[in-house]
């Protein structure tokens, strides 16, 4: 049974960082794309950043590159997400999800509950 855990979120200053995690199971962590899709009060889903290829690539979009990062545990099964420099656009729910191959399509089979975000002073 697959399941994806995050954690890691909570109400930040603006300028500030977190690290969100993502603790998955159920499947062999390595061998799957994983992403952070975030959804902001009133708006869609974004994605915010992608790993795929055993973790060999990763991206990004415009709005967080160089302030995001995304990095893996494989021994730990877990995801992470680095952000720093937040501001109160970074506000949202964030969610883990993982693609159903090891590539980055953004064709998710699974998503995590979501860890919310909050930048504000």
């Known amino acids: 049974q697959v399941q994806l855990v995050e954690s890691g979120g909570g109400l930040v200053q603006p300028g500030g960082s977190l690290r969100l995690s993502c603790a998955a199971s159920g499947f062999t962590f390595s061998n799957y794309g994983m992403s952070w899709v975030r959804q902001a009060p009133g708006k869609g889903l974004e994605w915010v950043s992608a790993t795929w290829d055993n973790g060999g690539r990763t991206a990004y979009p415009d709005s967080v590159k160089g302030r995001f990062t995304i990095f893996s545990d494989n021994a730990k099964n877990t995801l992470y997400l680095q952000m720093n420099n937040l501001s109160a656009e970074d506000t949202a729910v964030y969610y883990c999800?993982?693609?159903?191959?090891?590539?980055?399509?953004?064709?998710?089979?699974?998503w995590g509950q979501g860890t919310q975000v909050t930048v504000s002073s």
């Open positions: 999800a993982k693609e159903g191959s090891r590539w980055f399509e953004t064709s998710y089979d699974y």
